[in-house]
């Protein structure tokens, strides 16, 4: 029996296996922007604690907008010589003082307000930076993965083409017992003898064996693993 033919089939399936398993290895890699996804949530995350730093700041001065604003109406009335009463007079003076007491403190508030904007600001932009780079580096793999997965398309196209040949000069009886085999070997059928051993489980055959392994009339199955043995 002839088994140049089954052997060269099993090459070829065994590469097709191979391709259709990178492929798919590929295909999940191109889905995954994994890191991208997580560096997106990170710049907005950090944008959002910026717009809130931005918001604080922004209440901060319109306190202190408001309170200069009561500070000059006071000062004014008391300068305006209406306020004759000298109870009202001093409640305007401490009213005064504590005003003034107040939007110095609101601007040491502000002041500290703008450094925790500032640092919010950078982390924005670090936020940016990382996303920009590994946006970057994603694009990059993505057009290597697309080039491999192309050279794999066209390789598969012409493994499928030869397979196409090579059936034909296989017995369907033969053929068949492969593809029985197939799913039980985990796609492998056929395998070499080597250094008088199976290439697939490594059992050593016994010189009776090998002889048998040699005779083109009968299959041999390997006594350990079941595989049909193939002398080149
Ligand atoms: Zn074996």
Known sequence: MNLTNLYELQLIDT????ITVEIASIEKKLKQNQQVLSATKCLEESQKVEESEQRTLRQIIEEIDQKKIKLSQSDAMLYSGKVQNPKE??????EIQSLKKIIAKLEDKQLDQMIRLEEA???VEQANSTLNSISSQFETSKSQLAARRNVLTSDEAMLKKKREVVLQSISPDLLKHYE???????GLV???LE???CAAC??????????????TNV???CPTCGRILHIK
């Open 180 to 186: 029985t085999l197939q799913s039980r070997k985990n």
């Open 190 to 192: 056929i395998v070499l």
């Open 219 to 221: 299959l041999f199955h």
């Open 15 to 18: 590469q097709l296996n191979s």
């Open 195 to 197: 250094n008088d051993a």
């Open 121 to 123: 600001q950078s982390q």
């Open 89 to 94: 007079l001093q409640d305007l003076q401490l």
């Open 202 to 215: 490594g059992t050593q055959l016994t010189p009776s064996e090998r002889q048998e392994v040699r005779l």
